[in-house]
């Protein structure tokens, strides 16, 4: 029953010492820390920060200063010649070859029609033509003409009546673009 | 003072100098780190954006080089024969009349209006638009003539465009081979 007792007494009366050196090496691993937090953050406020503020502004210098080594003079001739090839492109794609019109009279006009007005829209590939026409067949030969031509895409009669010189008429034609467009003519 | 206290005192120390630590990690690292990612970021852009522009540049210079070159120059005067960098009016009115001139046609009357400058067809913002003179001709003379200058108008060597004609029949008699022709044109030049 002794031998009981005096284990109880060593477990619950002398508590189990903390080793000596522990505190001492936790509060020098806290100091440590809190030394390596310092720094780092002064590190980077009076370090790195003012490097990097520092090279912030050479590199604008460096930039600011590649802008000014082709003179004014240079960079408008060469915008000037840039611009007019860009245009010059864009202008020949659609350029307009309105003389075909004269071809495609020439080629599908009735003998016995003639024309004594054309007005031509290039925007709108339209042709409008008045004329005189032997007879009321030839005009209808004249529409068949035209219609069947390849370049037209529409023919309106406007107008007919019978005159002095044959019948009187006045005539729509709608190209398709391809006739009046250079371009796709080649 | 005891063992005791002086370890409590240096268990607390320890404590107070770990929450410090965390404490200035919070409050002051942590934003400073951003800033820095922030400046390294710009850094990194403006490196970048002198990389891009040092080369545009060197391909600039070598372009412009090349414009000194007599070939290039003698190609783009001959470019500002056909697209002028200036509005040029007299030289377009005067090809407009030695063609109808060199045809037998008569120029009757010319008018000049001024359209909008047309964008460049083009991405880049660097090219500048073209401007368009709408040229209002009358001319009169035989049907072969007339002809010969519409075909004389599309290859001028001024850029002309046709946008519309009229042509009405003349001449005193029906079988008379004569004409009044309303041309409306457009030429072209380069903006500065």
New interface residues.
């Given amino acids: 029953m002794a031998q009981y007792n005096q284990n109880i007494a060593e477990q619950f009366l002398e508590p189990e010492k ?1 080793p000596v050196g522990w ?2 090496r ?2 020098l ?3 440590f ?2 030394a390596l ?2 720094f ?2 002064l590190g ?2 009076w370090g ?2 003012p490097y ?2 520092k ?2 502004v050479s ?2 210098k ?2 600011d200063q ?2 000014g ?2 003179s004014q003079a ?1 960079r ?17 794609e ?6 075909s019109i ?1 071809d495609f009279l020439e080629r599908n006009t009735n003998q016995q029609v ?10 709108d590939h339209f042709l409008r033509l008045g004329g005189v026409a032997r007879s009321y067949d030839n005009l209808v030969s004249q529409m068949v003409a035209f219609e069947q031509a390849p370049e037209t895409a529409r023919v309106v009669l406007e107008q007919s009546q019978v005159s002095n ?1 044959g019948i009187s008429f006045l005539m729509d034609v709608y190209f398709k673009p391809m006739l ?1 467009n ?1 371009s796709q003519n080649q | 003072m005891k063992a005791t206290t ?2 409590i005192l ?2 607390m ?3 107070i ?2 929450i ?2 965390v404490v ?2 919070v409050q ?2 942590k934003p ?2 951003s ?2 990612q922030n ?2 970021g ?2 990194a852009y ?2 970048s ?2 990389v891009n ?2 080369h545009a ?1 060197s391909q ?2 070598n ?2 080089g090349q ?1 000194q070159d007599q070939n290039v120059a003698n190609f ?1 005067n001959q ?2 024969l ?2 002028p ?1 200036t509005e040029s009016v007299p030289q377009a009115l005067g090809q407009y009349q030695a063609i109808a001139q060199a045809n037998g046609l008569t120029l009757q009357s010319a008018n000049l209006n001024y359209l909008a400058v ?1 964008p ?3 991405n ?1 913002n ?5 401007g368009t003179e709408r040229f209002q001709l009358k001319v009169f003379g035989p049907y072969a003539a007339m ?1 010969t200058f ?2 004389n ?2 290859t001028n060597v001024r ?1 002309t ?9 003349s001449g005193a008699q ?1 079988n008379q081979d004569l004409y009044t022709t309303d041309i409306v044109v457009d030429t ?1 030049y ?3």
């Fill in positions: 903390l505190p001492w936790l509060l691993f806290s100091v820390l809190f937090i310092l780092i953050y980077m406020i790195y920060q990097l503020a090279e912030k590199l604008n460096q930039i590649i802008g080594t082709i240079d408008d001739n060469f915008v000037n010649f840039y611009s007019q090839l860009i245009n010059l492109q864009g202008l020949l659609n350029h307009v070859s309105g003389s004269f003639y024309f004594n007005e054309a007005t031509v829209t290039v925007t010189n009046l250079s | 002086k370890r240096s268990i120390v320890s404590a100098l770990l410090a630590a200035v990690y002051f690292i400073e780190y800033n820095i400046m390294r710009e850094i403006q490196q954006l002198l522009q040092s540049v600039v210079q372009l412009i414009l783009q470019i500002s056909v697209l960098a047309k460049a067809a083009s880049s660097l090219a500048k638009g073209a002809k519409f075909q108008l599309e850029l465009d046709l946008v519309s004609f009229k042509i009405i029949h029906p072209y380069q903006t500065q």
